[in-house]
C-alpha cells in the first residue's frame, strides 16, 4: 500500500467520555512503532486524551503532560514514550533522537507534534483538538500511510463504540 495514503475521520466529542472511547479505540488498534502526533488549541484535552490513551494501553499510575522532561516512558501492553515538545525547537527534538523511540517497539505519542513537523515519521496518525464548547471538541483524526490509514476508514465505517457495546 502507498505510504502516502491518508485517510480523514472527523470525530465528535460532547464529553470527556467521548473522547476516551475514541482513546480507547486507538490504544486498542496500538501495534509497536506506533506513532501519533497531537495538536490543538491550549486546554483542548490533549493530555486528557493521553492520560485515557495510556490507561487502555495498560499504563498503570498517573500519566501526565512532559512539559519540562520532554519525554516520559511508561510500561503498558506496549513501551508508551509520551513526549512534549512544546518548549524545544526543531533542532533541539532532532538532537533527541527520535527515530529510536519513532521506529521502535513501543507507542509514541507526541504533544505538539506541528511544532516537528519534518522530524514525524512519513506514516503515522495525527490528531488535532479543537475546543467548540466547554465540554464540546472536534477531533480531527488523519491517518497517513499504513495502518493510519485503514484506522480512520474502519473508525469511520464502524464509529467508536462506548465501552458496553
Known amino acids: 500500500m502507498d505510504n502516502n495514503v491518508e485517510s480523514v475521520l472527523k470525530y465528535h466529542s460532547y464529553s470527556l467520555e467521548d473522547t476516551e472511547r475514541l482513546a480507547a479505540a486507538l490504544a486498542a488498534a496500538s501495534v509497536p512503532g506506533t506513532v501519533i502526533g497531537l495538536d490543538g488549541d491550549l486546554g483542548a484535552g490533549k493530555t486528557a486524551f493521553s492520560q485515557r490513551f495510556a490507561r487502555h494501553l495498560g499504563v498503570e499510575g498517573i500519566v501526565n ?16 514514550y509520551h513526549m512534549d515538545v512544546y518548549r524545544i525547537s526543531v533542532q533541539e527534538a532532532d538532537e533527541l533522537g527520535l527515530d529510536e523511540y519513532f ?37 480531527t483524526v488523519t491517518g497517513t500511510g499504513a495502518p493510519y490509514d485503514e484506522w480512520c476508514r474502519t473508525l469511520e465505517q464502524n464509529g467508536v463504540k462506548k465501552n458496553d457495546e
Open 65 to 80: 503532560s512532559p512539559t519540562f522532561t520532554i519525554i516520559k516512558e511508561y510500561e503498558g501492553r506496549l513501551p508508551l
Open 103 to 139: 521506529y521502535g517497539q513501543g507507542v509514541c505519542l507526541v504533544e505538539w507534534s506541528s511544532i516537528i513537523a519534518e522530524l514525524m515519521p512519513p506514516r503515522h496518525l495525527h490528531i488535532y483538538m479543537e475546543t467548540v464548547g466547554p465540554d464540546e471538541r472536534i477531533i
